[in-house]
């Protein structure tokens, strides 16, 4: 079992988090006074309401640092305000009294969202889920679990894996993330090359309307064409449309034979080739192909009790997993990858995991990278989709741009940035450019944004593969959605918020 996501370390970060375009508070939205806090203590039991002194409560500002600062310590509010609602009746019955007097609020889960989503801007309440994280019903048949959407992704993946299924998706964050906060997010992680996108898992949602109506959409049905398809509005909406509650989705049979190795590969161009390669060879079987670079290997080695199941360094590393139900069949097929790999040069190395803890020693090499990285320094995150030819391309020549400005000097662990790397889900055309920087700076800043958001656009990329909008990429929205979509989701916005209480400053 996996422990939950370590942030990285905040004493060092706090004081230079506020490295982002604040926007300004809106003077429309209700400062919260002693008032309101006993209307919600009417409302919700009064354990489950946490508020500062500054706002008539009693509760210590520190009890809720961890909710206004967010994963990566780059982002801040000031929320004096924490509900944590048991049941869907009440996260109606704050939404109701907010929309009436125009509080504004950030629902939030396991608040690991990496581009400041999930924290207040100012002083919005915080809408916690992490009291609504119960199973609802699961469906050993058809593999339809209907849960509340603060249940840990990891603990539902133990309980349908108790039953023999399996989440459709799985991050190195899943032991803090939320699966509301996942929908929410539309999350993507090491399991989309298999099982693909939660618009097609999730089969029906809960949601809290800003006004307070329930929309229950929770059904637990693969077909129903009774035209427009709402919840598919709310799966990626980051909280501004409405506060998903509860949530169904179909979780597959877990496959029996998992396999998984790790590559050696001399260059980009070779990892493209021995990706064409898994396909062809492994099939249907094929579950997950993951890359890194060996900056990013060098950081992991180094923060995480790990070490390499290769003999050498490698400019790049490829994480191959297999999932089938015939362990023999799946064990010739990957075995013999591996061979055509290392015969024709395509690969230096590779190691092929021979049990259990093998395998999550691997998947920790992968999935310790954020969290390694966070280690080393401040770290700015662009999470791309480009088409994989040139994926890689982006990491190199935003190292040379920081180079031509003595900004970074590569191979060296200390100045103003000290590690520009790139990993992520290539199966999914889906990179992660990290830049770990000795703290978040304009002079940095300036040398990468919008470059990277330009050169995203030009090769008709995503400038959010998975982690969605936020506010980090708000005002950058228009290098992936033209004027008129834009219009349209502002539109959209407008029919469910016509307050906009719900998340504000984020997204549109
Ligand atoms: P939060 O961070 O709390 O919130 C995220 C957004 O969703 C916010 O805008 C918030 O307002 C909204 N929200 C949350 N809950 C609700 C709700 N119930 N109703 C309405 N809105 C809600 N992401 C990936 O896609 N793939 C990865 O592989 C991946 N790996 C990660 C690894 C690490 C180590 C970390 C720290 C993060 C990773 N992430 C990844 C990002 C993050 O974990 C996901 O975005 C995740 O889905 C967020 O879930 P959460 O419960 O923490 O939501
Ligand atoms: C991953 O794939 C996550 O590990 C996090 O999406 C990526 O931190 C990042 O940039
Ligand atoms: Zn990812």
Wanted: glycine share 8%; with cysteine; proline share 5%.
């Amino acid at each position: 079992m996996r422990q939950r996501v370590v942030k990285p370390a905040a004493g060092i970060m706090l004081a230079q988090h506020c490295q982002y375009h604040k926007p300004a508070r809106l003077d429309s939205f209700k400062k919260l006074s002693n008032v309101d806090i006993e209307h919600f203590k009417s409302i919700v039991p009064a354990e489950t309401v946490l508020a500062t002194a500054a706002v008539g409560g009693t509760a210590d500002a520190i009890e809720l640092e961890g909710f206004n600062a967010d994963w990566l310590n780059k982002y801040r509010g000031n929320s004096q305000l924490v509900l944590k609602p048991k049941t869907t009746k009440e996260v109606s019955e704050i939404l109701k009294y907010c929309n009436e007097q125009r509080i504004a609020v950030v629902p939030q889960g396991g608040n690991t969202g990496l581009v400041g989503g999930s924290v207040p801007v100012h002083d919005e309440v915080v809408l916690s889920l992490r009291n609504m994280n119960r199973v609802r019903s699961y469906d050993e048949v058809s593999g339809v679990l209907v849960c509340d959407a603060g249940c840990v992704l990891e603990e539902l993946d133990n309980y349908v894996a108790e039953r023999g299924h399996i989440m459709p998706l799985d991050l190195g964050a899943k032991g803090s993330c939320h699966i509301g906060g996942n929908v929410a997010t539309n999350a993507g992680g090491i399991r989309f090359l298999r099982y693909g996108s939660l618009h097609g898992s999730v089969l029906g949602l809960e949601v809290v309307l800003p006004d307070g109506t329930i929309l229950d959409n929770l059904s637990t049905l693969r077909k129903d064409n009774t035209g427009y398809d709402l919840k598919q509005l709310f799966i990626g909406s980051e909280g501004t449309l409405g506060v998903i509650t509860g949530v169904s989705v179909l979780t597959p049979r877990r496959p029996s034979a998992v396999n998984v190795a790790v590559l050696g590969v001399p260059s980009y161009e070779n990892v493209q080739q021995a990706f064409k390669r898994a396909r062809q060879r492994c099939g249907e079987i094929l579950s997950a192909y993951e890359f890194w670079d060996s900056n990013c290997m060098r950081a992991v080695l180094h923060h995480q009790s790990l070490k390499s199941p290769l003999e050498a360094e490698y400019p790049f590393y490829v994480l191959v997993e297999t999932s089938g139900s015939e362990k023999n069949h799946d064990d010739e097929k990957l075995t013999a990858l591996l061979e055509e790999l290392l015969e024709e040069g395509i690969v230096e190395d590779g190691a092929l995991a021979q049990d259990d803890t093998q395998i999550s020693r691997m998947w920790m090499m992968r999935e310790g990278i954020p969290e390694s990285l966070g280690k080393t320094g401040p770290t700015y995150k662009y999470d791309v989709s480009i088409p994989i030819p040139v994926l890689y391309d982006v990491v190199k020549d935003i190292a040379q741009r920081l180079e031509k400005v003595d900004l970074y000097k590569p191979g060296q662990s200390s100045g103003p940035v000290k590690l520009v790397c790139g990993y992520g889900h290539i199966g999914d055309s889906n990179l992660h450019l990290n830049v770990v920087a000795e703290k978040f700076e304009d002079r940095v800043t300036d040398v990468f944004e919008p470059y990277v958001y330009e050169w995203v656009a030009s090769h008709r990329g995503s400038i959010s593969a998975e982690h969605g909008v936020g506010l980090m990429k708000r005002d950058y929205l228009g290098y992936s959605k033209s004027p008129e979509m834009i219009s349209y989701m502002k539109r959209i916005k407008d029919v469910f918020d016509p307050h906009h209480i719900l998340n504000p400053y984020k997204v549109v």
